[in-house]
């Protein structure tokens, strides 16, 4: 079953995002450096699932992009799956359109694919599985 594993959202500072979630009593875990992808990620647990923040560390970054055209906010909608590999091949067999067909490694070892909003209802949705045992 697929579930909400997390919600990214784009910000200027993460210091300051941070803060903001903490003064919700909010605790922040799990900072770090994604390079190939140009930002510095934050996740927050929310009940079962989290809030990723997301801060450019580049001016050419997706998010920097984002923030740019459309200020900060609400980046994209993560879905767990069980099989990544099984669920793109068969979204590619269908036609849908992804932004990349290469699964890519992200924040914590997870794996990850993102579908282009055009297939999504508008929106930028990111299907992720966790990062294979023993690793």
Same mark, same amino acid.
């Given at each position: 079953?697929?579930?909400?594993?997390?919600? =990214?959202? *784009? /910000? &200027? %500072?993460?210091?300051?995002?941070?803060?903001?979630?903490?003064?919700? !009593?909010?605790?922040?875990? =799990?900072?770090?450096?994604?390079?190939?992808?140009? /930002?510095?990620?934050?996740? @927050?647990? *929310?009940?079962?699932?989290?809030?990723?923040?997301?801060?450019?560390? %580049?001016?050419?970054?997706?998010?920097?992009?984002?923030?740019? &055209?459309?200020?900060? =906010?609400?980046?994209? /909608?993560?879905?767990? @799956?069980?099989?990544?590999?099984?669920?793109?091949?068969?979204?590619?067999?269908?036609?849908?359109?992804?932004?990349?067909?290469?699964? &890519?490694?992200?924040? !914590?070892?997870?794996?990850?694919?993102?579908?282009?909003? %055009?297939?999504? !209802?508008?929106?930028?949705?990111?299907?992720?599985?966790?990062?294979?045992?023993? /690793?």
């Amino acid at each position: 079953m697929n579930t909400i594993d997390h919600l =990214g959202i *784009a /910000v &200027k %500072s993460l210091a300051h995002a941070k803060r903001f979630y903490e003064r919700l !009593g909010m605790k922040v875990v =799990g900072e770090e450096l994604v390079e190939h992808e140009g /930002v510095r990620v934050a996740m @927050v647990p *929310a009940g079962e699932s989290r809030i990723e923040l997301l801060e450019a560390t %580049s001016a050419d970054s997706p998010i920097a992009r984002f923030i740019a &055209k459309r200020g900060e =906010g609400l980046h994209h /909608v993560a879905l767990a @799956v069980e099989d990544l590999s099984a669920t793109v091949e068969e979204l590619k067999k269908n036609g849908t359109r992804l932004i990349s067909d290469e699964i &890519k490694v992200g924040a !914590g070892g997870h794996l990850y694919v993102f579908v282009h909003p %055009s297939a999504a !209802g508008g929106v930028l949705l990111e299907l992720c599985e966790d990062p294979p045992k023993g /690793v």
